[in-house]
């Protein structure tokens, strides 16, 4: 009879604390990079279904607002395009006629920092974007993440 075997010992064991907490890091990071850029491919998916008149303003929108701030992250948001910082959606875009609507809308969330006394405008309905109103909405999404 063959003597009984001893199990391998877990690879984990030649590890430090440190090391194994640096791996799950690692991970952690790798897994939120895949699922960004899967977020952004999927805004751009949803981006690229819309009508004609509304894609033209989202396209617009999404790079006024990720080059306006690149710190926001473009994420699906009941299946129109919106930007987190830290998880927490920003601002969005809804489609006029997705919503039966007669204008499309750029929208701002309680996490955006657009805070003006004890009134403030959180939603602004977009119709055309001139150069005047992509300054304007390049400065509102600077203000909205600080």
Not at 27 to 54: N, R, W
Not at 75 to 90: E, F, L, N, S
Request: net charge positive.
């Amino acid at each position: 009879m063959k003597a009984k075997q001893k199990p391998a010992k877990h690879a984990a064991a030649k590890f430090t604390k440190e090391e194994l907490g640096a791996m799950k890091a690692r991970v952690k990071e790798l897994k939120e990079a895949a699922t960004k850029a899967d977020e952004a491919k999927a805004v751009l998916a949803a981006i690229a279904e819309l009508q004609p008149p509304d894609r033209a303003l989202a396209k617009r929108l999404h790079a006024l607002i990720t080059a306006s701030a690149p710190v926001l992250s473009p994420k699906p948001w009941y299946g129109m395009p919106a930007y987190a910082k830290d998880g927490k959606i920003v601002c969005f875009f809804q489609s006029a006629q997705k919503f039966k609507t007669r204008y499309a809308t750029l929208g701002f969330s309680d996490e955006a920092k657009l805070d003006e006394g004890n009134l403030w405008p959180n939603a602004y309905a977009v119709t055309q974007l001139s150069p005047a109103d992509e300054a304007r909405i390049a400065a509102l999404v600077k203000k909205a993440v600080g």
